[in-house]
């Protein structure tokens, strides 16, 4: 049973750590949220002011928020339960767009919703972290790294039709999950028998190619990835209690949009 337990050992190093991580602070009331406490009261006030009437032109939604540390989880997955949790972005958009700052790690992540990775690229926002956020903050001047890159993120997407242009065509969702599942289900047995077939000969049989069991084995893991991701997205939950800076402007209240998809675009950085 030996290739058998080898299965079983590569199927849960296939999953990251299962670790609750960072907790999630409850949903902001405006489109800056200070936890690190790195920015002035005036420029939030400013910021939010951009943002709300941003938002109000384009239906688009785009916020800043500021962490005191990342406590050890990945960057990547907490930014997509973030989104998930706060519901950022309109949900048929898919038009949301996260800033994330942690400051012990000296971290930078730009989140970009499905819906603005062709205007907000990969390359785009690693343009915006390395040559607008990164150089202010090395100066130790985090207000001006934060509206730079705001401003920056913004520029890149003027070209975003706003909501209200965009024609309703309605999509047929796919239970692309069950799918997943029952592939997964379907290589687990396959290459469980071929464990089995192996251990009986104690060697392995000329009809069984060592290669195609291999990338059988690595389509799994692929596979089972996928499905760990999306049932992070699915089920993000909020968890304990976060104190910071959340300034009103007088110009109306951020309010999630419904929650658009995030599925790891944008680009990540530090100072």
């Known amino acids: 049973m030996i290739h058998l337990r080898f299965l079983f050992l590569c199927v849960l190093l296939s999953f990251p750590s299962l670790a609750l991580g960072l907790d999630i602070p409850p949903s902001p009331s405006s489109y800056i949220s200070d936890w690190a406490g790195l920015l002035s009261a005036q420029m939030t006030q400013n910021l ?22 990342l406590e050890e989880e990945s960057l990547e997955d907490f930014s997509i339960r973030l989104a998930a949790q706060w519901k950022i972005g309109n949900k048929k958009a898919d038009d949301g767009v996260i800033l994330l ?3 012990n790690e000296r971290k930078i992540r730009i989140e970009v919703g499905y819906g603005m990775e062709a205007y907000l690229t990969d390359a785009l926002s690693s343009t915006i972290i390395r040559e607008s956020i990164t150089p202010a903050f090395i100066k130790g001047d985090y207000d001006e790294g934060v509206k ?3 401003l ?3 520029s890149s997407l003027s070209e975003a039709i706003p909501q209200k242009q965009q024609k309703k065509t309605p999509i047929r969702n796919i239970p692309i999950l069950p799918i997943l599942i029952i592939i997964a289900i379907i290589l687990m047995i396959d290459l469980g028998r071929y464990g089995l077939y ?6 392995y049989d000329a009809r069984y190619n060592f290669w195609e069991w291999f990338i059988k084995l690595a389509f799994l ?4 990835q996928i499905i760990f991701r999306i ?3 699915m089920a993000a939950s909020s968890r304990g209690g976060y104190h910071g800076s959340h300034s009103g402007f007088g110009g109306g209240g951020f ?3 419904g929650g658009g998809s995030f599925g790891g675009g944008g680009s990540s950085g530090g100072w």
């Open 48 to 69: 939010n002011k951009t943002l709300w009437e941003y938002e109000k032109n384009t239906g688009h939604q785009v916020i800043v928020a500021t962490f005191p540390s």
């Open 101 to 103: 700052i942690f400051k």
């Open 148 to 150: 730079l890159g705001v």
């Open 152 to 154: 920056g993120i913004l």
């Open 198 to 203: 192996a251990h009986k000969l104690k060697t």
């Open 221 to 224: 893991f692929f596979i089972l």
């Open 231 to 233: 049932l992070i997205h």
């Open 255 to 257: 309010g999630g949009g």
